[in-house]
């Protein structure tokens, strides 16, 4: 089936009524002392199995406009790990898919979570956010980030997905472009 693409005449266009600006909020850099930044733990909560089973139905779910993104674009899988970006209404984060989210995700979807799920809207829980150097992310999404020339791009901010599921499958692809939380600080 063929890619929709919908298109943006002159005003901000929402294509998901569940994707809404969150990340940007979400990974506020310090301007000072970001190589010291500790991992974030659980930055978006803890799911339940049935918030994940039906989670257009989850009052926990819906309550929190961070449970939900579009996955972009997969890079890599190492040791389990998937690598891959996604995004709100505004902008792209790079996660981390945890082997056992993964694992899980592969066994209720009887799919694999690089299938078929590209522009998917997923629900993401127990999450946490880190921050890596450019060496590591280079290596490990297998991408060129160069970084720029402030102190502050040292680190790039990585979200580790514990908990994944799709809330729909639809691949809307829109127009716009969405840049990188990273180069947008």
């Known amino acids: 089936m063929p890619a929709v693409k919908l298109s943006q005449t002159g005003h901000k266009f929402q294509e998901w009524i569940f994707t809404h600006p969150w ?3 979400l990974v506020k850099l310090p301007t000072e002392e970001i190589s010291l930044m500790r991992p974030v ?5 803890k799911l339940t199995t049935n918030d994940l089973k039906n ?7 819906l309550k929190n406009k961070t449970h939900f993104a579009k996955v972009m674009k997969f890079y890599s899988v190492h ?18 898919f945890h082997p056992e989210c993964v694992s899980y995700f592969e066994r209720f979807h009887h799919c694999r979570i690089t299938s078929g799920t590209v522009n998917c809207l997923f629900v993401i829980g127990n999450c946490d956010l ?6 590591r992310v280079n290596d490990e999404f297998r991408i060129n980030i160069l970084p720029r020339k402030q102190k502050l791009m040292d680190q790039i901010p990585v979200l580790v997905i514990n908990q994944a599921t ?10 716009t472009t969405f ?7």
């Open 79 to 96: 040791n389990y790990k998937v690598f891959a970006c996604i995004r709100d209404s505004e902008c792209q984060l790079l996660v981390e």
């Open 23 to 25: 990340i940007k909020n």
């Open 130 to 135: 880190e921050y890596r150097s450019v060496a």
């Open 55 to 61: 989670p257009t139905r989850s009052k926990r779910v």
């Open 41 to 45: 733990r659980q930055i978006i909560p």
């Open 179 to 185: 840049p990188f939380v990273h180069q947008e600080v």
């Open 166 to 175: 799709v809330a729909d499958w639809g691949q809307m692809e829109a127009q």
